[in-house]
């Protein structure tokens, strides 16, 4: 089975509107972390924001926050406000293990559009 | 302004040929992952180090795939022989024990 799912390949979204992007996860593991990422076409990683499985609360960074539904396994990014330069790759990632081993698995992405 | 540092950037090379890829991890950072990014595969785990010792390279082909981390600011990827299938980016990327994984730039590699 997967460990990261992303089912949106592409997503279309309008300037100053806000988008979800989907991510749903599996594991066995009680402690993980949840990620998301951010490549643009220049290439680079962008670290965006990180939720872990204990916190009760959804995390939240600027225009980014992660809404984080334990049961459901799922992890969606909400951006608000959406602009151009938000026109990326986004990757949803998954640490699981122990402190002493610990791997990261990455779903296969969702490109976004940001329309004017 | 810390960042992890691969080189080259970019590599062209013929089939056959060795290609060894650089990668020195944040200062202070203990764990070294090595990642392969296609368009067909995405971003494939191939290897990770803690304290400079392999974790697991299971998502490695060990018969031309090798990594090692001689010591806590440098890890290499080495490909003998390169293949075509071979080509993609790979990405380093370092950790400290909690948080986010910090990513290189990238080395872009085309085997012809």
């Known amino acids: 089975a997967q460990k990261i799912t992303q089912t949106q390949p592409g997503m279309f979204v309008q300037e100053k509107e806000a988008v979800t992007l989907d991510c749903t996860y599996d594991t066995s593991d009680q402690s993980y972390g949840l990620f998301w990422y951010k490549q643009p076409s220049s290439g680079e990683m962008i670290f965006l924001i990180y939720?872990?499985?204990?916190?009760?609360q959804n995390a939240t960074e600027g225009r980014y926050s992660l809404n984080f539904q334990k049961a459901r396994k799922s992890a969606n990014l909400v951006i608000s406000a959406s602009q151009l330069g938000d026109s990326a790759m986004y990757f949803c990632a998954m640490r699981e293990g122990h402190y002493n081993f610990n791997k990261f698995y990455f779903g296969s992405g969702t490109k976004l559009n940001v329309k004017p | 302004d810390a960042r992890v540092t691969q080189t080259p950037r970019h590599k062209v090379t013929e089939m056959g040929q060795e290609v060894t890829m650089r990668c020195q991890p944040i200062l202070g950072h203990n764990t070294v992952f090595w990642y392969r990014q296609t368009m067909m595969q995405g971003l494939e785990l191939l290897a990770y180090f803690r304290n400079r010792a392999p974790l697991d390279d299971s998502g490695m082909p060990k018969d031309r795939f090798s990594a090692e981390m001689p010591d806590a600011t440098l890890a290499t990827l080495k490909i003998q022989p390169s293949e075509p299938r071979d080509s993609a980016v790979y990405f380093c990327?370092?950790?400290?024990?909690?948080?986010?994984?910090?990513f290189g730039e990238g080395s872009r590699l085309t085997v012809l």
């Open positions: 990327a370092s950790r400290s024990g909690v948080g986010e994984l910090f």
């Open positions: 939720q872990g499985s204990y916190d009760e």
